[in-house]
């Protein structure tokens, strides 16, 4: 199981998040295609998964420019600094 | 191409198992009202992280964490969009669709659940409405109760707009259905 590293278990669960994503607005973009009666839901259809496109982009954008290196010891100086204040 | 985009311009309200030359009268579904409060609540949910990040920039970005929240805002926002869609979803496809023949209620209760019952307009005796509240008073909207010959359940239509002028349509070709028998 060394194979198994800190980054590897990460990427696994953001590749699992992702699909269970991909799944969720297929399935509300094919009903409301499908089962949807009138223009209405074909339209609201549209509009979903061109919002859905955006903020995916959105977060993957910002997904990038994040260096996950230094998030734990900066959350640390961050969280520590107010459980200090707190205890005082 | 052209029939591909017609279904965003033109879609007659068409149905699966719709009988040959059957029109569709009235297509209802729930007020919009109950879609506009949760549409609401997640606005509310969403503003939320932008509040925060604009009052904590400098703070954030001393601390090197600005792309780390802003990160963490838009996955909530996306978490928000999906779940919003999803309630869109079922509120679209919960709908009741009067025709010139029958009445046909379809309720979505998730992807995977799906139920439909219909009811033959010559079976129609009496259609009651009930609206109660001042929420509904005001902004016209409640529920309408369709009672059959039979000792079968009523049919009910729940919470939707304009309930009397529902009610005047179908007792109108109710009454001219039990005139052709």
Redesign the interface.
Known sequence: MEFLTPSLIFILLAILVLFV?VV??F??FY???R??????????G?V?IA??MM??C??AL??L???FS??PE??G??FGGIFTLTHL | MNNLFS?????A????GQEPGEKVVL?IRRHPFFIIIRFCGLVIAGGVPVVLLMSYVPYLQE???L??T??LA??W??VL??FF??S??MY??D?W?VTDRRIIDST?HG?FN?MISELHMTRVQDVSVHIGGPIQSILHFGDLEVQTAGTEEHFKFIQIPHPEQVKDEIMKIASSQHAKI
């Open positions: 994503y969720l607005n399935l509300i009903h409301l295609i089962f949807g009666i009138g223009t209405q839901p074909k339209k609201i549209i979903f919002g859905s903020l995916f959105i977060n910002f997904f420019v994040v260096d230094l998030i900066q959350l100086k961050v | 279904i965003f311009k033109e879609s309200n068409t149905f699966e297509l601390q090197q964490l792309h780390f802003l990160w838009s996955l926002i996306l969009w999906s869609s999803y869109l979803t679209t496809l709908v669709i979505q992807f799906r």
